[in-house]
């Protein structure tokens, strides 16, 4: 697999989707705010990079959920402003996102967690 990227563009690997076809990035480059780093999907199927998202206080980590339909992420923490990242929900399928809370490592628990935390 190859990933072409634009001269001094940069990405590390976040997470990757269930089925391994998407992997989540954490990508800077010169269209990104200066030091801060954005969020691209990359298809390993279509060959495709995909820039989602890029706020002005960078995304410092993020986790693809179980079914593989929405991305958890940080984001805030670069922005000076800022003494906690924002945790922030976007659906993959409309790249609507929300806030969900605070925090600065998301992650998903196993169904079975949530199903038990609901009392069912």
Do not use: C
Not at 18 to 44: C, H, I, N, W
């Amino acid at each position: 697999m190859k990933v072409a990227f634009a001269p001094g563009a940069s990405a590390w690997l976040y997470d990757a989707s269930p089925d391994g076809r998407f992997l989540l990035l954490q990508t800077q480059s010169s269209e990104d705010y200066a030091g801060v780093f954005g969020m691209s999907l990359y298809d390993a199927e279509t060959d495709q990079l995909r820039k989602l998202l890029s706020p002005r206080g960078g995304v410092e980590s993020a986790s693809v959920s179980p079914d593989g339909s929405h991305v958890a992420f940080a984001e805030g923490g670069f922005d000076p402003g800022h003494k906690q990242s924002k945790v922030v929900l976007l659906d993959r399928s409309d790249g609507t996102n929300r806030v969900i809370g605070k925090g600065w490592n998301p992650a998903w628990l196993p169904a079975s967690a949530v199903a038990r935390a609901d009392g069912r």
